[in-house]
């Protein structure tokens, strides 16, 4: 099939093609895909594409198999977000040491303030290493780690610049909020 042929076909059963996607799938841009992929194929395999009469339906064919790959696709990613989902729960549930309050009160701060916390208390790093994953000097992280404790306490009800002891629900001590990070 010569380049003027294939436009042709292409002219004359796009909108079809189309339709027949949008009739099957839930989002307009899986239907685009659908379609695109399918003129991909005939595109590719234009030099075995039955004749004239047979090729609409041969087009047919090919868009109802990419749209059943689609669905296994979307199935896969769809058993694979829930199993994440229950590994992540089953992660967070382990990783947090802290009651509902203290998690609140950390949710409260800005996402820096909860990253560098996070960063020093559940992934153990030095201000030395946030630097290098910030892109900063170490006495800007010290800087910013002491500021978003600060900011921690506050929001926890405890403005003591070191408590005594554990900030209310904080399970696993306060050196996470209170040492300073050298």
């Given at each position: 099939?010569?380049?003027?042929?294939?436009?042709?076909?292409?002219?004359?059963?796009?909108?079809?093609?189309?339709?027949?996607?949008?009739?099957?799938?839930?989002?307009?841009?899986?239907?685009?895909?659908?379609?695109?992929?399918?003129?991909?194929?005939?595109?590719?395999?234009?030099?075995?594409?039955?004749?004239?009469?047979?090729?609409?339906?041969?087009?047919?064919?090919?868009?109802?198999?990419?749209?059943?790959?689609?669905?296994?696709?979307?199935?896969?990613?769809?058993?694979?977000?829930?199993?994440?989902?229950?590994e992540l729960d089953a992660t967070v549930s382990d990783s947090f040491p802290m009651?509902?309050?203290?998690?609140?009160?950390?949710?409260?701060?800005?996402?820096?303030?909860?990253d560098l916390l996070a960063m020093r208390a559940w992934e153990q790093l030095t201000?030395?290493?946030?630097?290098?994953?910030?892109?900063?000097?170490?006495?800007?992280?010290?800087?910013?780690?002491?500021?978003?404790?600060?900011?921690?306490?506050?929001?926890?009800?405890?403005?003591?610049?070191?408590?005594?002891?554990?900030?209310?629900g904080v399970a696993d001590g306060p050196q996470w909020i209170t040492q300073e990070?050298?």
């Amino acid at each position: 099939m010569d380049d003027g042929a294939f436009e042709e076909l292409y002219a004359a059963q796009y909108g079809d093609l189309l339709r027949y996607a949008l009739r099957r799938v839930q989002e307009p841009a899986d239907a685009a895909d659908v379609v695109a992929e399918t003129w991909v194929i005939a595109w590719r395999r234009r030099g075995d594409l039955p004749p004239n009469s047979e090729r609409r339906l041969w087009l047919f064919g090919v868009a109802r198999r990419v749209l059943a790959n689609q669905r296994r696709g979307q199935l896969r990613r769809s058993l694979l977000a829930d199993r994440l989902r229950e590994e992540l729960d089953a992660t967070v549930s382990d990783s947090f040491p802290m009651d509902g309050h203290a998690l609140d009160a950390l949710r409260q701060l800005s996402p820096e303030d909860q990253d560098l916390l996070a960063m020093r208390a559940w992934e153990q790093l030095t201000a030395d290493e946030m630097a290098t994953i910030l892109g900063c000097n170490p006495a800007a992280v010290r800087v910013r780690l002491h500021r978003a404790r600060r900011r921690l306490r506050a929001a926890l009800g405890n403005e003591s610049p070191a408590p005594a002891g554990p900030p209310r629900g904080v399970a696993d001590g306060p050196q996470w909020i209170t040492q300073e990070t050298r």
